[in-house]
């Protein structure tokens, strides 16, 4: 080794620098703004404009809502004690609570039920929702229709007992039969549940209602968000197993059958839900017997069922379509029978396709319940519109209500979108 | 050895019937069409035998007597003795033209809120996020009568814009926003107008022409013309010449204050406004989900593509990426038009006489011909539905996928 450079000066750093935060404009912040807000001046300009809508939608709002008033007895009460400054008049939400809820003519003292009611619906609902809960307990959710009506209605405790003894007749039927041949098995047990309902209504004493433990609460009494929680849940869970007969029917062979399914729902599909209404509270009575008195709640049902049950079946009908050909094959191929194969193969993983769309129809239909204030059922639209803002007290409360009640419906239609999308990502299971 | 003889070929048994497929399907559509009979013969019965016992029977002759009620907004002449065949005939024309104008507005809400919810703007999509969610997760009905509300309970009434100070003022001078409507100028065709509405028509006509002529042009010789410009011109010169060269024979009828209420001009009620608007709304919240899902469907390599072959982006847009998006687009958008003209039958909430409100409603409750007219009303509402599908149809073959 040379001593050349014993004196010369080291010109290689021998520590590394502390590293230097990037310029303040490219990252945190600044850099997303530019990014995201500022990128271009065109984008700027909608980011400016966005931010003044936004200011005018709050100062119009907020002031308003944090002012308002919970506890007045009347509008003009409210105008007083707010003295000309801007404020919402909330109080007739807590004084008609109970309205909103429950509509007017429900008996204040059996409001418990109801409540009930829902709190055992989430109960039932549970174990349809989330495959993780223990199965054992879609026993209670089999059970709860009954129960459900019994809290609601009220009255002889013998009708739920038959309603729960002729389907529990028919599927023991059904079960017993099902080995040796689907349709047998099938109408055997529709027959079972039929002559067993018909035998026990016999049984059941004429004036059992008058008697019973629990005061009978006649259909025209439900009203408020009540009737369109009811309407939307009984409509969506009957018309499901109806929508897959007529999507099964639609695809079916048999010629004469595949015209009935098909007239049913271009029909169904092609007039709006009103004239179904109508047909409900105008039409429909002439078509049942004369003597019988079908009321207008389970008319309602009827049509309803019907208008959802059309659109289920096209939703479904797609799920069957999507399915590859080779399913179908493969079914058949193995020797499996028609009900068979759709019970085994095909409509496992057509319903699993459908989901998102029988949801969307689910949505769409809860929210279509509020059209029966048309034909003058009380639900919460029909409330609001009528005995409320009728009232003395709160004539002229408009924003409060209409806002009450978009809420309401939003939290619950927004709360199943987004339950039907974690669904969606839970049944994934193509592997991308 | 044995001998592989042919089953026995029995003569026919009855329970072939239920186990033979050759003969299983028509037994089962025997027992469907003997339960669909039963089922039509006890409805019919139940039918006739209630009429019977209330002494009615039907007929469509009430259709002739006169109506006795008034019609606000009307398409068509109409007074309270015309039969309520015309009445029924007003509300159609209502339906329709609230349809009509609600579908325009929907598809413009739509394809803007679709469009800008994919835009690199985060604070305009999560805008337009909230209001696709706000919009589609709230009933139909409820968006009607808030905008309903707003329009009756919100809006000054004439009498505001009255006095030397009024409390409300005319837009621009010729629209006035009342609690009664909107009042909006009204055309005044006078002698002449015809040449110029003429010349408009031609001048539609020839710039279709032209924009087909460069096409043809690009196609034939490479030569690219300019269209933008010269479309313009041709579309507004020669009806602008011809307005000035014939007098300007077209004018204005302005609103105005006279004694309570406004005079002149077009009255837009406030059912129309708020059935309109709510509709609009609430579908474009639906078709701005739907444009942003054909956007989507264009894959990335069709962009990419186009631009490595050269095409500049408005190229791009127009020649690849949008005749892609429409295919996708194009059939729920029709069905969302559906949809609005089915929801339009929600006028019978806020009052707007469409056939909904006419037939359905008021001529129901006055003749109590509930099933005739519940027919007709469905009937009305079924042509629609299904020569609109038919339309939908036709145009689906027309763009599907030419496969193997």
Known sequence: MSDTHEHSVSFVRTESIAERDPPYAASGPVKWMRDNLFATPANSVLTLVSLYFIYLILTATLPWILNGLWNTSSLAECRQVLDGAVGACFSVLTERWNQLLFGFQYPNELYWRPTLALVLFFVAAAPVLFFDLPRKLLIFTALYPFIAYYLIWGGALAVPFVALGGCIAGGFIYQRFVAGSFALGFFGGVVAALVFWYVGGMLIPENANGTAM?????????????????????????????????????????????????????????????????????????????????????????MITMFSAAYI???????????????????????????????????????????????????????????????SMFDLVGMIRGPILASTEWNGVYWELLGFAALLFFVVCYGISQYSQWLERRLATDHR | MTVMTDPPRGSFRLSMLINDTRYRSMTFQAIALLMLIIAIAYLANNLLTNLAAQGLNIAYDFLGDPAGYDINQRLVEYNSQSSHARASLVGI?????????????????????????????????????????????????????????????????????????????????????????????????????????????????????????????????????????????????????????????????????????????????????????????????????????????????????????????????????????????????????????????????????????????????????????????????????????AVMNVYNKSVALKER
């Open chain 2, 93 to 389: 024309l209502n339906t329709l033209l609230v349809a009509f104008l609600a579908c325009i507005t929907a598809t413009f809400f739509g394809v803007i809120a679709g469009v800008l919810r994919l835009s690199n703007n985060w604070l305009v999509a999560r805008l337009m996020s909230f209001y696709v969610e706000i919009f589609r997760n709230i009933p139909v009905l409820i968006w009607i009568i808030i905008i309903f509300t707003i329009m009756t309970a919100v809006m000054p009434a004439p009498r505001a814009f009255r006095g030397d100070e009024p409390d409300a003022t005319m837009l621009l001078g010729a629209f006035a926003f009342t609690n009664r409507g909107v009042y909006i100028p009204a055309p005044i065709w006078g002698p002449g107008s015809i040449v110029v509405v003429l010349t408009f028509l031609a001048s539609v006509v020839g710039v279709i022409a032209y924009r087909r002529y460069a096409t043809n042009l690009l196609y034939a010789t490479g030569k690219l013309l300019p269209t933008g410009w010269p479309s313009l011109a041709i579309f507004f010169l020669p009806t602008i010449l011809m307005f000035f060269i014939m007098g300007r024979p077209i004018s204005l009828d302005y609103p105005e204050l006279g004694g309570f209420n406004f005079r002149g001009g077009i009255q837009i009620g406030a059912p129309l406004i708020a059935l309109w608007f709510a509709l609009s709304i609430y579908t474009g919240a639906f078709i701005a989900e739907n444009v942003r899902a054909g956007i989507q469907a264009v894959s990335k390599g069709q962009t990419e593509a186009a631009s490595a072959l050269g095409l500049r982006p408005n190229r791009v847009m127009n020649l690849v990426v949008l005749p892609q998006a429409l295919r996708v687009i194009i059939p729920p958008l029709i069905s969302q038009y559906l949809n609005i003209t089915k929801n339009s039958s929600l006028a019978i909430a806020v009052g707007y006489a469409d056939i909904t409100a006419t037939l359905g409603g008021i001529t129901l409750n006055q003749t109590g011909r509930a099933i005739e007219c519940v027919l007709l009303l469905m009937l009305f509402y079924l042509t629609i539905s299904l020569s609109i599908s």
């Open chain 1, 214 to 302: 629990m005061t009978a609460v006649p259909s025209r009494d439900l009203g408020g968000f009540m009737l369109n929680m009811m309407l939307g849940v009984t409509c969506v869970s009957l018309s499901i197993p109806l929508g897959i007969a007529l999507a099964l029917g639609r695809q079916s062979s048999m010629p004469l059958i595949k015209w009935i399914c098909v007239v049913f729902i271009e029909f169904i599909r092609g007039v709006p839900l009103i004239t179904l209404l109508f047909v409900a509270s105008v039409m429909l009575a002439y078509f049942f017997p004369p003597e019988s008195q079908v009321d207008l709640f389970l008319r309602v049902v009827i």
């Open chain 1, 313 to 375: 079946a096209e939703v479904i009908r797609g799920g069957l379509a999507a399915l590859p050909k080779g399913q179908y094959e493969a079914a058949d191929s193995l020797g499996l029978d028609y009900p068979q194969a759709m019970r085994l193969i095909i409509l496992p993983q057509a319903l699993k396709i459908s989901i998102p769309g029988i949801v969307n129809v689910a949505v769409g239909l809860f929210k279509d319940t509020t059209l029966v204030s048309v034909i």
